[in-house]
């Protein structure tokens, strides 16, 4: 192994240390609590280490969301390739996709919700703002593609395939976003897997002719 390599692969091993140790304090303390001091000390790093790969706490926050993007469009691209399936064994995958994303890492993709619906965005390096649209508009452009499917062989109803990927995209987040919030009110409140249950069937019902 060159000296290069073994530089790119500590590099690489510092920025998950201090992602790791992001996740642990957003997690505990929220994002607006958390500092970068508070995250310097948990990945046992000074500050001014943590800015060497992160430009601010918006950006690292951030950039825990790319995992869950990049996780997403793997498993709604198999989801397409599955050339034996229809349009609505393609809609059941894709429904049990969607479980499997939020499994992968519910406190991060809840916090990629959040991170949608802030002004967190615009504090972002245009690189990592251009991974993010990339990976979202591929994943929502290969949910579309399941949707136009259904569609053009009239199985679902006539409505624009990008509107219904974003419905029902609209429908996984704002469930999960709802039920969090009532999960923190009454930590007996966790009716998550069934609530969705209920909302992927109704539009399930809804977008068949």
């Known amino acids: 192994m060159g000296i290069q390599e073994r530089k ?5 091993r510092r920025r998950q240390q201090i992602m790791v140790a992001a996740k642990r304090v957003f997690s505990n303390k929220g994002f607006n609590k958390a500092t970068m001091e508070d995250i310097a000390q948990e990945a046992e790093l000074s500050p001014g280490t943590l800015y060497l790969y992160f430009k601010n706490k918006e950006e690292l926050y951030a950039s825990l969301s790319l995992r869950i993007l990049q996780y997403l469009l793997i498993r709604v691209e198999h989801v397409n390739e599955e050339k034996d399936s ?19 890492d519910p406190l991060i993709i809840i916090n990629m919700f959040h991170l949608q619906s802030s002004e967190t965005l615009k504090n972002l390096s ?16 290969s949910i579309a593609q399941i949707f ?7 199985i679902f109803i006539d409505k624009h395939p990008v509107a219904l990927a974003d419905t ?3 429908l ?7 039920l ?10 966790d009716y998550l897997k069934q609530t969705l ?13």
């Not at 790119?8 to 690489?12: A, F, I, S, T």
């Not at 136009?148 to 009239?154: D, F, I, L, S």
């Not at 996984?172 to 709802?178: A, M, N, Y």
Request: no cysteine; hydrophobic share 35%; charged share 40%.
């Open 168 to 170: 029902f995209w609209a």
């Open 180 to 189: 969090t919030s009532k999960k923190i009110i009454d930590e007996r409140k």
């Open 172 to 178: 996984f987040s704002g469930v999960v976003l709802w």
């Open 8 to 12: 790119e692969r500590e590099k690489e």
């Open 148 to 154: 136009k499917e259904g569609v053009e062989t009239g």
């Open 86 to 104: 229809g349009p609505e064994e393609k809609l059941k995958s894709l429904v049990d996709a969607m479980y499997d994303v939020y499994e992968f």
């Open 197 to 209: 249950d209920v909302g992927f069937d109704i539009f399930r019902r809804g977008l068949k002719k």
């Open 126 to 141: 245009p690189q990592l703002m251009e991974e993010i649209k990339l990976l979202s508009r591929k994943s929502l452009g």
